[in-house]
């Protein structure tokens, strides 16, 4: 199948069909009309494989992922989604793969209503890359920088469950199987908190997405910020198939360093605490404080008082 047979076949006339869509794919470029008063979020990821994920993973899952992890970002800004393209590089056009990615890739654009407009498809080791644009009010964008002395840290959902289902599929960790299912589902499926960060317009003071570990996200609100932080490990929030599987100490770690958790972290000032039942009952997630903005500008890691050492600091390109 040739490149445009190929993108006809498998992408075209696939996703949403939106009204703000006025040329989608087809022509040199894409159409769209935003929404008047409202700015643009953009955000770019690349997934290459044997770095981002295993020769192995589905391509259903991959695909679903794939999307997933940018929409991660959008949520992180109170962004709504939109609009997506895609560019995607393989060794050969192998068919069963694509139907695969394709079915994953449009299971969770249908789900958050975001429409593909355009992309590319070469020839080269794997890797997909997608760029996901949002709408966000002017004036409501949650950002990392605004986090005050006295706010207080939150996260949605559990830590740590992605980063154990990856050691558990690659025989570096094991658990019973209905543990293992859960684990290995957080892994390959990811749960954006989009409406969770729409929710936290205008009660946040500051949002990161948790995709390299809370020990290194947290320290892009702090370096924004210009604070310090102190976070009391014990109540990170852990799944019971977590505290199942590995020690304590072990699921902390996890739970600081593994990555690719895809909840959100956001700050909220004291008077608007009592705000946060209401904003987050109807996104129907989870979220847990752990800590508080300090003016110190450090970030103190403590547990039940006594300063907690992690083994690692979180992923890194390049280190």
Same mark, same amino acid.
């Given at each position: 199948?040739?490149?445009?047979?190929?993108?006809?076949?498998?992408?075209?006339?696939?996703?949403?069909?939106?009204?703000?869509?006025?040329?989608?794919?087809?022509?040199?470029?894409?159409?769209?009309?935003?929404?008047?008063?409202?700015?643009?979020?953009?955000?770019?990821?690349?997934?290459?494989?044997? $770095?981002?994920?295993?020769?192995? /993973?589905?391509?259903?899952?991959?695909?679903?992922?794939?999307?997933?992890?940018?929409?991660?970002?959008?949520?992180? /800004?109170?962004?709504?989604?939109?609009? /997506?393209?895609?560019?995607?590089? /393989?060794?050969?056009?192998?068919?069963?793969?694509?139907?695969?990615?394709?079915?994953?890739?449009?299971?969770?654009?249908?789900?958050?209503?975001?429409?593909?407009?355009?992309?590319?498809?070469?020839?080269?080791?794997?890797?997909?890359?997608?760029? $996901?644009?949002?709408?966000?009010?002017?004036?409501?964008?949650?950002?990392?920088?605004?986090?005050?002395?006295?706010?207080?840290?939150?996260?949605?959902?559990?830590?740590?469950?992605?980063?154990?289902?990856?050691?558990?599929?690659?025989?570096?960790?094991?658990?019973?199987?209905?543990?293992?299912?859960?684990?290995?589902?957080?892994?390959?499926?990811?749960?954006?908190?989009?409406?969770?960060?729409?929710?936290?317009?205008?009660?946040?003071?500051?949002?990161?997405?948790?995709?390299?570990?809370?020990?290194?996200?947290?320290?892009?609100?702090?370096?924004?910020?210009?604070?310090?932080?102190?976070?009391? $490990?014990?109540?990170?929030?852990?799944?019971?198939?977590?505290?199942?599987?590995?020690?304590?100490?072990?699921?902390?770690?996890?739970?600081?360093?593994?990555?690719?958790?895809?909840?959100?972290?956001?700050?909220?000032?004291?008077?608007?605490?009592?705000?946060?039942?209401?904003?987050?009952?109807?996104?129907?997630?989870?979220?847990?404080?752990?800590?508080?903005?300090?003016?110190?500008?450090?970030?103190?890691?403590?547990?039940?008082?006594?300063?907690?050492?992690?083994?690692?600091?979180?992923?890194?390109?390049?280190?």
């Amino acid at each position: 199948m040739k490149e445009f047979q190929l993108i006809e076949h498998y992408f075209t006339g696939q996703s949403q069909h939106r009204k703000d869509v006025k040329l989608g794919i087809g022509d040199d470029c894409a159409l769209v009309k935003p929404a008047e008063n409202k700015l643009l979020a953009i955000s770019t990821d690349t997934l290459v494989e044997n $770095v981002h994920f295993l020769p192995q /993973m589905p391509p259903q899952a991959l695909g679903y992922k794939a999307l997933a992890v940018n929409l991660s970002d959008l949520a992180a /800004m109170g962004a709504e989604p939109a609009w /997506m393209t895609l560019a995607l590089t /393989m060794p050969s056009a192998d068919d069963v793969w694509l139907q695969g990615f394709a079915a994953g890739l449009f299971e969770a654009a249908d789900y958050y209503m975001i429409s593909l407009v355009g992309g590319d498809t070469t020839r080269g080791p794997k890797s997909i890359t997608i760029t $996901v644009h949002g709408q966000v009010p002017e004036g409501k964008a949650l950002t990392r920088k605004g986090a005050k002395p006295g706010d207080w840290i939150y996260v949605t959902g559990t830590l740590g469950d992605s980063a154990l289902g990856l050691d558990i599929l690659q025989g570096r960790q094991s658990t019973s199987n209905e543990h293992r299912e859960f684990l290995i589902n957080r892994h390959y499926h990811p749960s954006p908190r989009v409406l969770a960060g729409q929710s936290l317009r205008g009660l946040a003071s500051s949002a990161i997405d948790l995709s390299d570990g809370l020990n290194s996200d947290i320290r892009h609100v702090l370096k924004a910020s210009g604070v310090g932080a102190v976070i009391d $490990v014990e109540k990170l929030p852990l799944s019971p198939a977590m505290r199942d599987s590995v020690t304590l100490e072990t699921a902390l770690n996890y739970a600081l360093c593994g990555g690719e958790d895809y909840e959100l972290l956001f700050t909220v000032p004291e008077a608007q605490r009592g705000a946060l039942d209401t904003a987050l009952s109807h996104a129907g997630v989870r979220f847990t404080q752990i800590g508080q903005i300090q003016p110190v500008n450090k970030l103190k890691l403590q547990f039940k008082g006594e300063e907690f050492v992690p083994t690692q600091r979180g992923f890194e390109h390049f280190q």
